[in-house]
């Protein structure tokens, strides 16, 4: 009977949430498209693109990104790439750039009005001096492959949407990295859903920051990005307002054709998402602890309870364990993730409920968030409910 105690039953529990999870993961995997199956060739009478740019403080990264998008195989677009007060040689190398690209206009921003975070703006500021009926917001340390945005039009176009996100692969320079990556990218999937997003009558929404494309008539109706003027998750809150007004919006894969470095190292990781991880849960504090007690219990404890458990309890914890790693398996051949990071999955979802957890104490105790040099006021933020 000892077998059947506590252990057993917090088994049976984490196993009976996780085997749902899983399935849920699996079938949505197999609902979402991929970039990979539209035409690389440019249709007859294309539509004008207008892709922008935010950049604060890029240097490290720019001069790469931006060329890949100069050099972009769509025949009729326009580089508006907005320079959010930068303080390092971002601006210089934006200049020196334009010169020799007429195709690039670059917009310098020296002063932030008060009510909006600077990225928002940046992107809001651009989308003002775009004339393209097809915008596509991107970040300044995107690589993108030559025939992606030809490939994008054409899957909006031939599924007849107002919104389209395209998923990016993750460059990590070290292993640990690309577990950590790996599993966020498990975790952000199950918290969006995003294979429901097409779904008119499912609430549940996508935006990714590296590849937003949206037909301008329908950014305007929503009021752009001064309607989340002051939302850290810009990027996901613009697809949750062209989905709640009724707009078509759908993902799609192409880690083949847009890639990012997300971290160059835990520490940049741990400061980065001190920006979006409590805003993400809509700083709900209940939600957050709710959260972190979830994945400690079905992502952390079953690989710790391999060893300190025995009998049914042990093998209920290896069921759960196999299944997390068949799925992980499933999500990186979808995402080009190396399949053997599966044995970091347990540390890189203990560094995330560490992020998540210490993100949501440090912006309550601060007030507010730092973000690129700029404090924003909590109490301030959480008017911008959407």
């Known amino acids: ?6 252990s057993f039953w917090l088994a049976a529990i984490t196993l009976a949430l996780t085997i749902p999870a899983a399935i849920e993961l699996f079938i949505g995997n197999r609902s979402v498209g991929a970039l990979r199956d539209m035409s690389p060739v440019p ?23 931006l060329q890949s998008l100069l050099d972009l195989g769509y025949p009729d677009y326009e580089l508006i790439v907005v320079n959010d007060r930068s303080e390092d040689e971002t601006g210089r190398i934006l200049d020196t750039m334009a010169t020799s690209h007429p195709r690039l206009k670059v917009i310098h921003i020296d002063r932030l009005p008060d009510g909006w975070l600077g990225k928002n703006h940046a992107l809001w500021t651009g989308s003002r001096h775009a004339n393209g009926p097809y915008l596509l917001f991107t970040d300044a340390d995107i690589v993108m492959e030559p025939t992606v945005v030809t490939r994008a039009v054409a899957y909006l176009e031939h599924h007849r949407l107002d919104h389209l996100a395209a998923t990016p692969s993750m ?35 996508i935006g990714i920051g590296a590849f937003n494309l949206v037909r301008a008539d329908a950014y305007r109706q ?15 809150k613009l697809g949750k307002i062209i989905k709640k007004a009724g707009f078509r919006q759908d993902v799609a894969y192409a880690p083949e ?8 190292s835990v520490s940049e990781a741990v400061k980065g998402l001190e920006k979006n991880a409590f805003s993400g849960a809509d700083y709900n504090i209940p939600l957050v602890l709710c959260g972190a007690a979830i994945h400690t219990l079905c992502s952390i404890w079953p690989f710790a309870a391999l060893f300190l458990t ?24 979808v995402h080009h993730v190396r399949i053997w990071y599966a044995i970091g999955y347990p540390l890189g979802i203990a560094l995330f409920v560490w992020i998540l957890l210490r993100t949501m104490l440090l912006n309550l105790l601060q007030g507010g968030i730092y973000w690129r040099g700029t404090f924003y006021r909590l ?4 008017t911008n409910r959407v």
């Open 1 to 6: 009977m000892e077998s059947l105690g506590f």
């Open 43 to 65: 249709g007859a009478g294309s539509k004008k693109v207008s892709i922008i740019v935010a950049a604060r403080n890029e240097q490290r990264n720019i001069r790469t990104a």
């Open 171 to 205: 460059q990590m320079p070290t292993a640990f990295l690309g577990m950590f990556g790996a599993s966020f990218i498990i975790t952000f999937a199950l918290f969006t859903r995003p294979w429901k997003a097409q779904n008119p009558a499912s609430s549940c929404h």
């Open 222 to 236: 929503v009021g752009g990005h001064e309607t989340i003027r002051l939302r850290p998750d810009d990027d996901i």
């Open 257 to 264: 054709f847009l890639a990012v470095e997300w971290y160059a």
């Open 310 to 333: 025995d009998g049914p309890a042990r093998g209920l914890n290896i069921a759960v364990v196999l299944v997390t790693l068949l799925i992980f398996v499933d999500c990186a051949r």
């Open 379 to 382: 109490k301030e933020l959480r």
